[in-house]
């Protein structure tokens, strides 16, 4: 064993999430019920007043996202976990390179699509990409701007390739200047939108000063690439205690108009007495006004009904009602450059999906949607393929997330990462020594720590998250130093 190294358990690859065969929706109902809010889902309560399938749009049919969960639209059940585990990295660049020179491994109907996938700084895109893929291969932190250059991350499931195009928030020259970002920044998510050919925009819903609208940068992307079919996606719905609010999200962040149908919240209140109640959070589907009278008996009910229920002992008797409803679309259905200057959604969504991307709460749903939009086409990678980027990128990239998680403000930005060692030990280990420069003295006491703490469980950590990349043990070793 070489001095310095620290020999580490090996880990197993975490299992693959079998897919949750309830929709997020059915499950929020009953998070909601504690609090007294009733969420009519698909599950039940609908059940006996929703429309049969025949008469639903034909893009909505046995429909998986969460648009169609709350419009109470069947969903086919998830067959279970998708696909085998991925495949581990090349521990190598050589080994790498040769993977990505290989003739693709095709089926003989192969069919591909490539993902662009963006949003704010912070957003989850990485954490995201991460659960598609199944191994942690892109870097993740709480601070923006943790990813500094787009890279590709493969999936390949039977006859079927997503190619994801991880990227950096979409940011403004003012913002890149502060952070010390390169200029290739704010040019990356521009040309992965120009490879696409299904842009998903992830909205952090935790975030309640940004989350009530799309970011100037986002919008202006997509006004720039109105031809690209694009996909609202909103993330960290475990954190929003009240889920009712995801329904007002929606129709701020669509403009009211999902694929071509008009969204809208609609809220009817009573007052009987000075106290204070809400009634059930009610969810329906409605079509146009003037086919209203061929409506069947019990969707109409549906939109009279009042239900009270109590949040409290007080007896409180005003009743409110939330409604959700879609109907036809006054505008065109197609989406050209437009004035972004009053604009806060994007009216050209084709779809809604609310996720947890940290825990994996429907991520297979997402994904399985994803596999649905291939294209027949050739694939790009080798089915041996995980990520474009090469081992040294990997790990950079995984230790300076652990640096942005344990340094303060912007210490961790001016951290130069310089990799002395990379080679297989005498039982197949991988040693990985890395230099750590920093631009002043008071960084280099933070980046060690009292005793040498910081570091050693940046070393650790880092080295575990390497195991799980490259399936095989790992040996890191960080050494800091002052910039010459």
């Not at 025949?54 to 998830?78: D, N, Q, T, V, Y």
């Not at 950096?168 to 890149?176: C, H």
């Not at 669509?254 to 969204?263: A, D, Q, R, Y």
């Not at 604009?343 to 999906?353: D, L, R, S, T, V």
């Amino acid at each position: 064993m070489l001095p310095g190294f620290a020999p580490m358990r090996r880990s197993q690859p975490a299992s693959r999430r079998a897919s949750m065969a309830a929709p997020i929706a059915v499950r929020w109902a009953a998070r909601a019920a504690a609090a007294g809010l009733l969420l009519l889902g698909p599950a039940r309560v609908l059940a006996s007043r929703a429309p049969p399938a025949a008469a639903l749009p034909a893009r909505w049919s046995r429909s998986c996202s969460a648009l169609g969960s709350i419009l109470g639209i069947p969903a086919e059940k998830p067959t279970g976990a998708l696909g085998r585990h991925p495949p581990p990295v090349a521990t190598s660049k050589e080994e790498q390179d040769r993977l990505l020179r290989d003739q693709p491994d095709q089926p003989q109907n192969p069919k591909v699509l490539r993902i662009a996938i963006i949003g704010a700084p912070n957003a989850g895109k990485s954490t995201l990409s991460n659960q598609l893929l199944g191994r942690k291969v892109f870097p993740v932190s709480q601070k923006v701007h943790t990813t500094r250059c787009k890279a590709r991350g493969v999936v390949t499931y039977e006859d079927t390739q997503l190619i994801i195009l991880d990227t950096p928030g979409l940011t403004n020259p003012l913002k890149a200047k502060r952070h010390k970002l390169k200029e290739a920044m704010l040019r990356d998510p521009w040309d992965s939108m120009k490879h696409a050919d299904l842009v998903l925009v992830l909205v952090d819903v935790s975030d309640h000063w940004t989350r009530n609208s799309l970011s100037k940068e986002v919008l202006k992307c997509l006004s720039e690439f109105p031809q690209i079919p694009s996909v609202l996606v909103l993330n960290k719905v475990d954190l929003l205690k009240k889920k009712y609010i995801l329904l007002e999200l929606v129709t701020e962040l669509t403009e009211g108009i999902v694929n071509g149908k008009k969204l809208e919240v609609r809220t009817a209140l009573t007052h009987n007495s000075g106290s204070s109640s809400k009634s059930p959070l009610q969810v329906t589907r409605a079509s146009p006004p003037e086919k209203r009278a061929h409506e069947p008996h019990c969707l109409q009910e549906t939109d009279q009904a009042q239900q009270g229920s109590s949040l409290d002992n007080s007896g409180d008797t005003r009743a409110s009602e939330t409604r959700l409803v879609a109907e036809e679309a006054q505008g065109p259905k197609h989406c050209g450059p437009r004035d972004l200057k009053n604009m806060k959604g994007w009216p050209c969504f084709q779809e809604i999906f609310m996720l947890a991307a940290l825990h994996g709460e429907e991520v297979d749903t997402l994904k399985r949607y994803l596999l649905m939009q291939a294209k027949p086409g050739p694939w790009e990678f080798h089915s041996g393929v995980l990520t474009s980027q090469s081992p040294q990128e990997i790990c950079d990239n995984i230790i300076r997330e652990k640096l942005l998680e344990y340094l303060p403000l912007e210490v961790p930005y001016g951290v130069i990462q310089v990799t002395e060692m990379w080679e297989e030990g005498p039982s197949g280990e991988l040693l990985i020594v890395q230099n750590l420069r920093v631009p002043r003295k008071s960084h280099m006491m933070m980046l060690i720590g009292r005793g040498g703490k910081v570091i050693s469980r940046i070393a650790q950590e880092a080295g575990q998250d390497l195991m799980n990349v490259f399936l095989c043990d790992v040996r890191l070793k960080l050494k800091v130093e002052m910039k010459s």
